[in-house]
């Protein structure tokens, strides 16, 4: 037997021996999951009170937490945990609040803007599309009553728990069924969180921000300290029953604060949920893949080939089609960011998923049904067009007159509405 066929069988007798001794399942990634989520300090007339948040944005200097969180604060003092050595303490200011919102009243949240960076990294996001009952959390965040058992250096180190979504709600404003404003979505989770974990993140198993922890399900009951005195504490009513916003919601916010963020639109496919979960197991196939192809190269090798001596290999011709690069736009900032899509025709930015080519998320009322349109000529080049959009599109800090054509040079960006929505041309190469 020639002795490259004798290699095969070794190589897959080492490939069963580490599939035994490899772990089965892949770990969640409690360190990043952590090194993003910080705790929130709020000064106030009646003392100081505490709650958790997450980082958001590539800069590192913005935090979302519960507008409930920094109610009333005076001062705003941020703890960001390091891996080695004290916490990072930095001074924050509320620059956005639900509650002062028109449009957005009706949820729980607030957006800090911090004096310096914080060193951890802008949590990425995953939309309500990819979530279903039953999925596994992780829920981050800093519970006062863990603070009782812990030494004073362990205060920005935050809580780590795991659990599922038992069900998703929609809550209406003072339980109105009749009306669809001012809903509130909602994941109903098992995670473990409690007061002080409120404004920390909810993640997926693939360390994606899904919801902001808002509400647990707890009583009031009177109790009596060790000094014989009469007070009231805050209890779990049950276990197992907690409350976190759905994310989608606050992403236009962001995006009109020029806060830039990564997002997965769909739900992933079984194929990559599995490569997840099994990640040993899925190498292992593909290593015994590899493998099944090298052996069936070695012996087509050894074999003569299959067409005749007259026989050419056929290749992509000039005008075929195939293999042509092609003019393309590329999302920069927003929820397309690293998308590409090729400019054929008049390619429709939009809402309107009938009429539109690149559809935005309804939420995302600052993009117009019909917004602008873009188009490519190989002797003009690109031309960019608003449709007669309400907030309007802009190129170079300048917005576009209606209907008239802006030509774009090659890799020039162009931004609908707010700034973290913008994308760039990329014209073919020249032959």
């Not at 590539?58 to 009333?72: D, I, M």
Request: charged share 20%; aromatic share 6%.
């Amino acid at each position: 037997m020639p002795a490259s066929h004798r290699l095969i069988p070794c190589l897959f007798a080492l490939l069963l021996c580490g599939l035994a001794a490899a772990p089965a399942r892949a770990d969640i990634d409690a360190k990043a999951m952590v090194g993003s989520t910080v705790r929130v300090f709020c000064k106030t007339g009646d003392g100081i009170g505490t709650g958790s948040g997450f980082v958001v944005g590539k800069q590192s200097r913005h935090v979302l937490t519960n507008a409930h969180v920094v109610s009333g604060c005076s001062d705003i003092l941020v703890l960001s945990p390091r891996d080695s050595g004290d916490p990072l303490q930095i001074k924050g200011q509320v620059v956005w609040n639900s509650r002062s919102s028109v449009s957005r009243q009706h949820l729980d949240a607030a957006l800090l803007e911090l004096a310096d960076t914080t060193g951890g990294r802008g949590v990425a996001f995953a939309r309500k599309t990819t979530v279903a009952m039953g999925d596994p959390v992780v829920a981050v965040g800093y519970p006062s009553a863990a603070d009782g058992v812990a030494a004073i250096e362990a205060v920005a180190r935050p809580t780590v728990t795991q659990g599922h979504i038992s069900r998703t709600l929609i809550r209406r404003p003072d339980g109105d069924q009749r009306t669809s404003a001012g809903v509130v979505g909602l994941y109903q989770i098992t995670a473990s969180i409690g007061p002080g974990s409120s404004g920390g993140p909810l993640f997926n198993v693939y360390g994606e921000v899904i919801g902001i922890n808002t509400e647990k399900s707890l009583i009031r009951t009177a109790v009596i300290s060790d000094a014989g005195q009469v007070g009231t504490e805050r209890v779990p009513l049950m276990d197992g029953v907690a409350w976190s916003q759905e994310i989608d919601e606050l992403l236009p916010m962001l995006q009109e604060h020029g806060i830039e963020y990564r997002q997965t639109l769909e739900r992933r496919n079984w194929f990559w949920a599995w490569l997840h979960r099994e990640p040993v197991t899925a190498g292992a196939f593909g290593a015994v893949g590899v493998l099944l192809l090298a052996t069936l190269g070695l012996l087509l090798m050894r074999r003569p080939l299959p067409f005749g001596r007259g026989a050419r290999s056929g290749g992509a011709g000039k005008g075929s089609g195939q293999g042509a690069a092609a003019a393309y736009v590329e999302g920069v900032a927003g929820p397309y960011a690293g998308a590409r899509f090729t400019v054929q025709g008049d390619l429709v930015f939009g809402r309107d998923a009938e009429a539109c080519n690149v559809v935005f998320d309804a939420a995302q009322d600052g993009i117009s049904a019909r917004h602008c349109a873009l188009r490519f000529d190989a002797r003009k080049g690109f031309e960019l067009r608003d449709l007669g959009s309400t907030n309007g599109t802009f190129v170079d800090g300048q917005r576009l007159d209606p209907h008239r054509p802006r030509p774009l040079r090659d890799k020039q960006e162009f931004q609908l509405f707010g700034r973290g929505c913008r994308f760039a041309v990329h014209a073919p190469p020249t032959r």
